[in-house]
DNA sequence: TATATTTGTGTAGTTAACTACATATATGCT
DNA sequence: AGCATATATGTAGTTAACTACACAAATATA
């Protein structure tokens, strides 16, 4: 089936594509596998949800941060995850500006159920990664793109070329 | 910085997102590397530009699953190639469903400018990854989930935890 | 104290992928 | 030959992320 595979072909030049595809389809799945387990949460809800539980209530922003997200994103999420009635929202008592966010009730007795699902889709993961140092081989990927980004790279590619 | 990730705490449960948070980054380093260079071009196109460089026109279809991507996004992204000028499209001789598209003389007036960038890029990549087979990782990451996917791996899981 | 800057949140608009469905043509079978 | 099925393309609607901008409130500075 990926025989006739042409990003394969591309070497490194398709590294960041084979990376993409990979992450869309894992991210299908999930949605596939909730829907598949009648259950009504959304892929990205989970980080939220252990996050909250961890740190006890936070704000847009703070947890913008903590997940390396931009706010919009957050923002989106959460409203979702209020909808469905996971979230509650209050002012700050100290800051106006500031929404501070935490975990509901309904959220609370759900948790138990959902962590079941995560802890098996985490084991399953883990299993297919055996031996692989997936873990540590992300944090390198992160160490190098995320320091100096691939435009800058490049961009330093093309000076060396062109002094050549 | 990356001090306070809090999805790198979550160890084999965080991949997924760290994927695609990796993935997301470098396609919008992409973009804006283009922009930088004042190229018109967008990140994805490199790919078909290559794809029909190497092996000449080619259906929707064909294209689809050389490069492992859904038929209505390669539509998407050709339509975008045509409206700029890079791609001709002809009803296929043979058979009148198929549309055949193929580089435009501009997208070959073109190419050699652009391959300089795609070079770069590839070199840029390559040096960040060097020394961690990173290649042969992904290549084993598509195995594993293209193979059996995410959803399967985590109700095989869930069942196995039952059982206990 | 008044103004300037920074910070927190919200909104609008963009992008790239997907699935599901619609339609036309080709192919296979009886 | 005629009908059923398969294939190729196209369209519509969904999703999740992003940047850029707007505005209010807090903080810093003159």
């Known amino acids: 089936m990926r025989k006739n595979d042409f990003v394969k072909e591309l070497g490194y030049l398709g590294f960041t594509m084979r990376l993409k595809r990979i992450s869309d389809a894992m991210m299908h ?3 596939r596998l909730y829907s ?3 259950v009504d949460i959304e892929p990205n809800w989970y980080v939220i949800f252990k996050l909250l539980k961890s740190r006890g209530a936070m704000s847009v ?3 913008s941060e ?3 997200m931009a706010h919009p994103s957050v923002i989106t999420i959460t409203n979702k995850m209020m ?3 996971y979230l509650i929202s209050e002012k700050d008592e100290n800051d106006s500006r500031k ?3 935490d975990l509901s009730v309904r959220a609370s007795k759900k948790l138990p159920e959902y962590e079941k699902i995560w802890e098996a889709g985490e084991s399953g993961v883990e299993k297919a990664l055996e031996g692989l140092n997936a873990l540590e081989f992300i944090s390198i990927l992160e160490d190098k793109f995320f320091s100096k980004g691939f435009m800058q790279r490049t ?3 093309l000076k060396i070329k ?3």
Do not use: F, N
Request: glycine share 8%; hydrophobic share 35%; proline share 0%.
């Open 29 to 31: 799945e999930g949605r």
């Open 155 to 157: 961009i330093e590619q």
């Open 66 to 68: 903590s997940i390396m």
């Open 162 to 164: 062109k002094s050549c």
């Open 99 to 101: 929404r501070v966010l």
């Open 36 to 38: 598949h387990l009648d």
């Open 83 to 85: 909808d469905a009635g």
């Open 61 to 63: 922003t703070e947890i």
